[in-house]
T-cell receptor, first 110, second 114 residues
Framework: DAKTTQPNSMESNEEEPVHLPCNHS???????IHWYRQLPSQGPEYVIH???SNVNNRMASLAIAEDRKSSTLILHRATLRDAAVYYC???????????FGTGTSLTVIP | ETGVTQSPTHLIKTRGQQVTLRCSSQ?????VSWYQQALGQGPQFIFQ???????GRGNFPPRFSGLQFPNYSSELNVNALELDDSALYLC?????????????FGQGTRLTVV
């Protein structure tokens, strides 16, 4: 699977938007971009995924660059409950696993 | 709540022993994957079962083995435990294993090998 690069950590103030970047320069045309997050002492939780177009759901938005070599997870209003490690993952047709990497640890400041 | 339950939640074993971890998948899900998460690291794929057959394996030795039952629940067995096997073991269930599939994770089993 193609690999992703994320910042190790980010901070955000409560109730402000958060933009979590992810680089995936070796992405192939059929790779889906998935985002999961892991709250302390819990298993990973699905956030959002997409292929080419920007995606929105009740949790977040996913903005995908036109060349697909990068993407950004957008939390519109960060809450204290959003403090977690966020993983950007590529899923290939040839693989059946999630490759998690080390993710971005998001701290939300009250 | 994802509907995926793992047991036990915590376990302490001695080096050289064997352990069995269990996972009950979300209703209707026919695919189960197992991951190992060391402290401070992201989860690493161990293997996946789809309709009772192994459907892919990560870079783990043969002493890590698994099973999926007709009701799609699953077991992870680890023989000859080593200290480095201490980790959080996560189970994820999904309906199928396509690239567009969402996985639902359990809360994990924390294994400590002493």
């Amino acid at each position: 699977d193609a690999k992703t690069t994320q910042p190790n950590s980010m901070e955000s103030n409560e109730e402000e938007p958060v933009h979590l970047p992810c680089n995936h320069s070796t992405i192939s045309g059929t790779d889906y971009i998935h985002w999961y997050r892991q709250l302390p002492s819990q298993g990973p939780e699905y956030v959002i995924h997409g292929l080419t177009s920007n995606v929105n759901n009740r949790m977040a938005s996913l903005a995908i660059a036109e060349d697909r070599k990068s993407s950004t997870l957008i939390l519109h209003r960060a809450t204290l409950r959003d403090a977690a490690v966020y993983y950007c993952i590529l899923r290939a047709n040839t693989g059946n696993q999630f490759y998690f990497g080390t993710g971005t640890s998001l701290t939300v400041i009250p | 709540e994802t509907g995926v339950t793992q047991s036990p939640t915590h376990l302490i074993k001695t080096r050289g022993q064997q352990v069995t971890l269990r996972c009950s998948s979300q209703s209707g899900h026919n695919t189960v994957s197992w991951y190992q998460q060391a402290l401070g690291q992201g989860p690493q794929f161990i293997f996946q079962y789809y309709r009772e057959e192994e459907n892919g394996r990560g870079n783990f030795p043969p002493r890590f083995s698994g099973l999926q039952f007709p009701n799609y629940s699953s077991e992870l067995n680890v023989n000859a435990l080593e200290l480095d096997d201490s980790a959080l073991y996560l189970c994820a269930s999904s309906l199928g294993h396509g690239v567009n599939t969402e996985a639902f994770f359990g809360q994990g089993t924390r294994l400590t090998v002493v």
